[in-house]
């Protein structure tokens, strides 16, 4: 068990690009939020907006858009209004260094 979570502790920082272990972490718990809509690590099911492999800056762009009201939304306006602008970098980084299925 505990062998288990070291290789998919390791795996996943190799996926985040050497980042440290405690940010990682916190992008894993802010993504956590996002996987009923959008799927585990971004990856969509079918239909849904993937957020694996999302370019870095478009991200965020996308999401004070949408934390504006500039981007019209049904839902989203609402869920980028619950993350500070750190938080959203953080998400930015971590759902760009996830591989698209
Ligand atoms: C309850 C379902 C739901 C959750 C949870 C959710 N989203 Fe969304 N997301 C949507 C919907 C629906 C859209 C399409 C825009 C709209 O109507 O709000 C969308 C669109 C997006 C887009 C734009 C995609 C594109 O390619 O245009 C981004 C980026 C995004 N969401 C990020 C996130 C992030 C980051 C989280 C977690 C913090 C999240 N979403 C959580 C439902 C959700």
Redesign the pocket.
Known sequence: MKRHLFMAAVAASLAFGGAHATDLSKARY??A??A???GTNGNAVEGG?N?AG?PKDR?ID??AA?KSGQRP?????Q?AKG?TDEQIAT?AVY?AAQKKR
């Open positions: 802010l993504a939020a996002c009923n809509c959008h907006f957020l999302y991200f996308t999401m949408f939304a049904t839902l989203m306006h869920i993350y998400m759902f």
